[in-house]
């Protein structure tokens, strides 16, 4: 495979799957567009398994992703990160949020919440009703971020472009710690992009709505903001994201090479209908040094009946 260029930025980029299931197409396009975008800087692309939520989990996913990643042709940097082995750095996160004043427990139910609550950007809003302190005779269930009145996120998208959100009008304050007992998302990810020294992010615009929570949990815990590209989702002839949820079909070693030049078409790469029979060392040869992200398109992709 071609060398990544030199480059005098230090750029570092990730790919962080979950291994709920095999590696699908719409998890290709993410992985390339992230891993393009790295070693076109001549930056550093690390892999992290985020393995937080064990009832979602899939037997021996984990490995799978890796061995189809290996299948693919990525090279990655360093040992891969699980989250499920840095439990006490998101406690310490949380911990430094409490003794701040920034969390404070929750006791309410889904039901009640969604009773009393209008709806957001991702379900309903949080109407406060613990912020001020716990109902007699309730327990926490949950850990929130308090979120301040008028945090207004905006961010430039190297893809999407300029991205504002209210956070308190359109979210309310996010949860840190679940009722069940795991960590949330938003908490996990935000500790290890900075532990890590991620300094660039490229993944799925599905992921778009989140970043505003990242920005802001980011500033509480007084880490520095990376820097956001959003691919476009890829759906299925009815509009669904491509997934796991929708079935998806898992990607399928033996034809690597014609789905990895059917992603690099997708995003807007244009790669000659000549490489379809070539090897996939020969396919990155040619993707690494004719990437470029402004080709890449912003609408959601539809992958054809076939695939999706």
């Known amino acids: 495979m071609t060398q990544p260029v030199e480059s005098t930025v230090r750029y570092r980029g990730r790919f962080a799957p979950s291994p709920t299931g095999p590696l699908h197409l719409g998890s290709l396009l993410a992985a390339v567009g992230s891993y393009l975008e790295a070693r076109s800087h001549g930056g550093e692309w690390l892999l992290r398994i985020e393995d937080l939520d064990p009832p979602r989990e899939m037997a021996g996913a984990a ?15 360093g040992p891969v990160e699980y989250q499920s082995r840095r439990l006490d750095r998101y406690r310490t996160a ?4 409490k003794r701040a004043g920034q969390a404070y427990g929750c006791a ?6 969604a009773d009393s609550s209008v709806r957001g950007i991702d379900g309903p809003v949080y109407p406060g009703t613990c912020r001020t302190g716990l109902p007699a005779g309730r327990e926490a269930r949950a850990w929130r971020l308090r979120v301040t009145p008028g945090a207004y996120i905006h961010f430039d998208d190297a893809i999407q472009g300029p991205q504002q959100q209210d956070l308190e009008q359109q979210l309310g304050d996010f949860v840190l710690l679940r009722a069940d007992g795991f ?4 908490l996990a990810v935000v500790v290890d992009d900075a532990e890590q020294g991620i300094s660039h992010i490229v993944r799925g615009a599905d992921l778009l709505d989140s970043t505003p929570r990242q920005i802001y949990l980011q500033s509480c815990l007084a880490y520095p903001q990376p820097k956001y590209a959003h691919l476009p989702v890829l759906v299925n002839t009815a509009g669904e994201k491509l997934s796991k949820q929708t079935r998806a079909p898992a990607l399928i070693t033996e034809t690597a090479t014609s789905e990895l030049w059917q992603v690099l078409d997708m995003l807007g790469q244009m790669p000659p209908k000549g490489l379809l029979k070539a090897s996939i060392a020969d396919l990155w040869d040619w993707a690494l040094p004719n990437w470029q ?16």
Do not use: H, M, N, S
């Open 63 to 77: 490995d799978g992703i890796l061995r189809t990643l290996e299948a693919f042709g990525f090279e990655w940097d």
């Open 94 to 97: 949380l911990e430094k949020l």
């Open 108 to 113: 309410c139910t889904r039901k009640e919440i």
């Open 183 to 186: 960590f949330a998302y938003q």
């Open 293 to 308: 992200l402004q080709r890449v398109p912003t609408a959601p992709v539809v992958v054809p009946t076939a695939q999706g």
